[in-house]
């Protein structure tokens, strides 16, 4: 089930990214790449997502350089995103693109040269306006139910940041410690404290590395 209070996330203003433009996968995983679009394929429909915001793209980029230092320190695996593609089971006729992905080192053998095939081990997703829907409803189900092992959501729209780790096939939250951050059950080290987030410039990627130890 989505996380409680999903509907006051949501508010009166759903996604609403949908084209009417269909295409079977072999002509998605063709025509993305190159399409200069930042897209998505549900059910035999294309999904183009908005043009991601300033505060996005620095959120996302921010997330991924941590998250790749830890997983390049410690030999674990490795990080993904914004644009990779993702086809979370074999056979299925959805695509996603999580704005970042960590892909465990037993699990490497799953990546190919345009696409994860199969569910990653650690999705992250930045919430932007045209996407409330999508990251706490659609993809929380989809993630959930593929198997995907964490599922991180960063909402700067409600200066919200969850975690939710699979346990008997069903996502549970993560518990925030006493400052409010939160660490990560599957990749060790890495953990945000919520505070970091939202002010009106980021923490220096290297300061936080060194108080959560890794440098």
Do not use: C
């Not at 040269?113 to 932007?128: K, N, Q, R, Y």
């Not at 200066?159 to 410690?177: N, Q």
């Not at 939160?182 to 936080?208: E, N, T």
């Amino acid at each position: 089930m989505p996380p409680v209070g999903l509907s006051e996330r949501l508010g009166s203003n759903p996604d609403r990214q949908q084209t009417g433009l269909t295409m079977t996968a072999r002509q998605f995983e063709t025509w993305a790449p190159g399409s200069g679009e930042r897209v998505e394929w549900v059910e035999g429909r294309v999904i183009v997502m908005a043009p991601a915001s300033r505060k996005h793209v620095q959120l996302t980029g921010w997330i991924q350089s941590l998250l790749l230092i830890i997983v390049q320190q410690h030999k674990l695996g490795e990080v993904l995103g914004p644009e990779f593609m993702v086809r979370l089971h074999k056979g299925e006729r959805s695509w996603r693109v999580p704005d970042v992905l960590f892909v465990s080192e037993t699990r490497r053998s799953l990546l190919t040269a345009t696409f994860l095939d199969g569910p990653p081990d650690v999705a992250i997703e930045v919430v932007s306006t045209d996407s409330v829907a999508r990251d706490w409803r659609e993809k929380y189900i989809a993630y959930e139910t593929s198997g995907v092992r964490e599922y991180w959501i960063i909402d700067p729209l409600s200066k919200t940041l969850e975690a939710y780790g699979l346990k008997r096939k069903k996502f549970h939250l993560i518990s925030a410690d006493s400052d409010g951050s939160v660490h990560s059950q599957v990749i060790a080290s890495f953990g945000i404290r919520p505070s970091w987030l939202w002010g009106d410039s980021l923490p220096p990627v290297l300061d936080v590395l060194r108080e959560l130890g890794v440098v």
